[in-house]
């Protein structure tokens, strides 16, 4: 096994990194956005979820076009969507870089056993 493990996790952290950059620069189109999934869906437990996975599917798309593989953009996608949903539905508290240490330990273990099969 190469180091593929390695790159998808770094550059899955850069693509968390690029959309905070993007969140805090439109957060006034953000703000408007959850207000109106609020507004549709009358819970906010389910704006967070619909937050989430549109965070998801950033970064499938990121990492789909970077790696050229829809296979691996999923995948991140879907392991960054499970860390994020129980760390923030447990509510875990915790510094920026041990959030960014949380899911790159995460991510590249899943991947480490995703590429060794």
């Given at each position: 096994m190469d180091l593929a493990w390695?790159?998808?996790a770094v550059v899955l952290a850069c693509?968390?990194?690029l959309h905070g950059f993007i969140?805090?620069?439109f957060s006034d189109f953000y703000i408007i956005l959850g207000e109106r999934?609020?507004?549709t869906v009358n819970s906010s437990f389910i704006t967070w979820i619909i937050h989430e996975l549109l965070e998801a599917i950033f970064h499938v798309v990121v990492l789909s076009i970077v790696f050229m593989s829809?296979?691996?953009g999923i995948l991140a996608g879907t392991i960054h969507f499970i860390i994020d949903i129980i760390h923030n539905y447990?509510?875990?508290e915790m510094p920026e870089y041990v959030h960014r240490a949380l899911h790159f330990t995460i991510e590249s273990i899943?991947?480490?056993i995703v590429l060794a099969l």
């Open positions: 390695f790159y998808i693509s968390d990194i969140w805090h620069t999934i609020y507004k829809p296979t691996i447990y509510d875990i899943f991947f480490m």
